[in-house]
């Protein structure tokens, strides 16, 4: 029986290359979307066997979308696949509930073998990969009823880091200083507790922040 695959990446060639490496399996991309915002519309009017996700999307990221997916059906698999190796997304899509993280870079034995393993509903996190953040999962104590005073400015400087931007795109993207963008991570560390931007990360996921 042909497994069916829901792809959101707003790059055509990865929708295209992802076609030609499934067309000889049980696989095959049935809908595909270019947005967050149209990806969740398609997996909302259809079923699938498994959704694999992009990260960096037009109007919204993939991380973002997979809360959405798994707010509306926990059990849907789901394969995060980016060319971004980093800590920060790791963490988010741990926290999320994702089956597993794939890197465009990654070879196509290893890319088939997370697509059938994640479409079967089993969780592909390497042991290396949960050692990378099960600390910052571990080490968030802090409640969603616990307030934090933080300013509108950190809030969005958290809203981005929590996205994965660095201090440079934080500082392009608000329009202030890469000086004042160190600054204001390093208060939002402080005020919330904790000692890196992936524990930031997880902590503005688990206060629905992002």
């Not at 915002?37 to 973002?64: A, H, N, S, T």
């Not at 059990?75 to 995060?80: F, N, S, T």
């Not at 073998?113 to 953040?133: F, H, M, N």
């Not at 890469?178 to 939002?188: D, P």
């Amino acid at each position: 029986m042909v497994q069916k695959i829901l792809l959101v990446d707003d790059h055509e060639v990865v929708r295209v290359g992802l076609r030609q490496m499934l067309s000889q399996s049980e696989f095959e991309i049935s809908d595909e979307a270019a947005t967050a915002e149209i990806g969740f519309q398609k997996f909302q009017e259809g079923k699938f066997d498994l959704v694999i996700l992009d990260i960096r999307l037009p109007g919204g990221d993939g991380l973002q979308l997979l809360g959405k997916i798994k707010s509306f059906s926990a059990k849907q698999p789901v394969l995060i696949f980016s060319a971004y190796d980093n800590p920060t997304y790791l963490a988010r899509a741990v926290a999320l509930g994702a089956n597993g993280f794939c890197l465009k870079t990654d070879g196509v034995d290893r890319i088939l073998d997370a697509i059938k393993r994640t479409a079967q509903g089993e969780s592909i996190w390497s042991r290396d990969e949960l050692r990378r953040v099960t600390g910052s999962l571990a080490t968030i104590r802090l409640g969603t009823e616990t307030e934090i005073p933080l300013t509108q400015r950190e809030g969005d400087v958290l809203k981005h880091l929590a996205n994965g931007l660095t201090n440079k795109e934080i500082a392009m993207s608000l329009g202030i200083s890469y000086e004042t963008v160190k600054e204001h991570v390093q208060h939002i560390l402080r005020k919330i507790g904790v000692t890196d931007r992936t524990q930031a990360a997880v902590w503005a996921v688990r206060n629905n922040i992002v």
